[in-house]
T-cell receptor, first 113, second 110 residues
């Protein structure tokens, strides 16, 4: 399968704990995006990388959130001191420079107890 | 920034009936994309429209972009149970991120 992959698929954590998610984009895609989706809503943009450079961050991304893409391939999204409001589906998407469509991964569903 | 409003929120149809979802903006849109998300799944790209008045068809799906580029619609003819899911419109802004509407959830009674 050469699509976008995300790990883990599900994560249950206690409030105050740190969590880290991983996204592996389609290998030739230089753009990588993180979105958050809550029940009944459309995905909301969090942040975007072109190669290893993080080019934009949403105001939704508080200082508890950090994302990296160290070698321009996979990316990680870390949430520190999780809160119940962080419970959501975290989606990763990738695209190549010449494309406008984005390919989404299966998402990581986070539940904060 | 650009925003898109999508209606209706839900649509419950009998199999074989038609379905339409609408996407509206107060500003002129440079493009509109449509995605489908099956229950428990992730968004999957359907199509992109960029030209004023553009109409594109994919089998039973017809996509339109308004003349003023402020609205778009997705019409499904003769729905099937495989059409079940949430349909999102989205705008790609100048920094390549997608701004999604809230989606229309389609339920089909067999």
């Amino acid at each position: 399968d050469t699509g976008v992959s995300q790990n883990p698929r599900h994560k249950i954590t206690k409030r105050g704990q740190n969590v880290t998610f991983r996204c592996d984009p389609i290998s030739e895609h230089n753009r990588l995006y993180w979105y958050r989706q809550t029940l009944g809503q459309g995905p909301e943009f969090l942040t975007y990388f072109q190669n290893e450079a993080q080019l934009e961050k949403s105001r939704l991304l508080s200082d508890r959130f950090s994302a990296e893409r160290p070698k321009g391939s996979f990316s990680t999204l870390e949430i520190q001191r999780t809160e119940q409001g962080d419970s959501a589906m975290y989606l990763c998407a990738s695209s190549s420079g010449g494309q406008t469509r984005q390919f989404f991964g299966p998402g990581t569903r986070l539940t904060v107890l | 920034g650009q925003q898109v409003m999508q209606i209706p929120q839900y649509q419950h149809v009998q199999e074989g009936e038609d379905f339409t979802t609408y996407c509206n903006s107060s500003t002129t849109l440079s493009n509109i994309q449509w995605y489908k998300q099956r229950p428990g799944g992730h968004p999957v790209f359907l199509i992109q429209l960029v030209k004023s008045g553009e109409v594109k068809k994919q089998k039973r799906l017809t996509f339109q972009f308004g003349e003023a580029k402020k609205n778009s619609s997705l019409h499904i003819t003769a729905t099937q149970t495989t059409d079940v899911g949430t349909y999102f419109c989205a705008v790609m802004d100048s920094s390549y991120k997608l701004i999604f509407g809230s989606g229309t959830r389609l339920l089909v009674r067999p």
